[in-house]
T-cell receptor, first 107, second 112 residues
Framework: KNEVEQSPQNLTAQEGEFITINCSYSVGISALHWLQQHPGGGIVSLFMLSSGKKKHGRLIATINIQEKHSSLHITASHPRDSAVYICAVNRDDKIIFGKGTRLHILP | NAGVTQTPKFRVLKTGQSMTLLCAQD?????MYWYRQDPGMGLRLIHY???????AKGEVPDGYNVSRLKKQNFLLGLESAAPSQTSVYFCASSRQRNQPQHFGDGTRLSIL
């Protein structure tokens, strides 16, 4: 079993829909990251959080340490949000990645 | 302000050849990482460094060596390339352990 599991693996939605991507982990962590990888391949860090909730524009990330679970929400989704969203966790000096969720927003 | 720069961006090698991938960061970050990304596998950590002169093994270190002689540079070497090392390689850096990582644009490496 992977230490970091994401769901769903693939998600297609209509423009304007509210999007939720989930991440569950099975190891002790010191921080959790959400990353975005666009079709061109570049990877951008969206959030790093160790508790609670963070918001940036239309993106919201939450984490529940007790349940070992995090969610990434996108409000008012847009075709430019189409990308692979990757969850990763800090464990000691290393980072463990989920396999990513491929999101496709239709106009 | 370039951030994290990887060279080269593309390379094709023959089995058995050697090469070095260079990662350079201009943000004075302590931590640097080398990852490989393969279809269906996600990013996997090859080696990492927590400061100048230090290196450590990650999840998939076999067949690779690294060096961090200068704080701003982290080199990844393949001594004898194998087809299984065909992948996209990403370098990243962060200020400290629990800090956001900044990624390079990736190096697409094919081993024939």
């Amino acid at each position: 079993k992977n230490e970091v599991e994401q769901s769903p693996q693939n998600l297609t939605a209509q423009e304007g829909e509210f999007i939720t991507i989930n991440c569950s982990y099975s190891v002790g962590i010191s921080a959790l990251h959400w990353l975005q990888q666009h079709p061109g391949g570049g990877i951008v860090s969206l959030f790093m959080l160790s508790s609670g909730k963070k918001k940036h524009g239309r993106l919201i990330a939450t984490i529940n340490i007790q349940e070992k679970h995090s969610s990434l929400h996108i409000t008012a989704s847009h075709p430019r949000d189409s990308a692979v969203y990757i969850c990763a966790v800090n464990r000691d000096d290393k980072i463990i990645f989920g396999k990513g969720t491929r999101l496709h927003i239709l106009p | 302000n370039a951030g994290v720069t990887q060279t080269p961006k593309f390379r094709v090698l023959k089995t058995g050849q050697s090469m070095t991938l260079l990662c350079a960061q201009d943000m004075n970050h302590e931590y640097m990482y080398w990852y490989r990304q393969d279809p269906g596998m996600g990013l996997r950590l090859i080696h990492y460094s927590v400061g100048e002169g230090t290196t450590a093994k990650g999840e998939v270190p076999d067949g690779y060596n690294v060096s961090r002689l200068k704080k701003q540079n982290f080199l990844l070497g393949l001594e004898s390339a194998a087809p299984s090392q065909t992948s996209v390689y990403f370098c990243a850096s962060s200020r400290q352990r629990n800090q956001p990582q900044h990624f390079g644009d990736g190096t697409r490496l094919s081993i024939l």
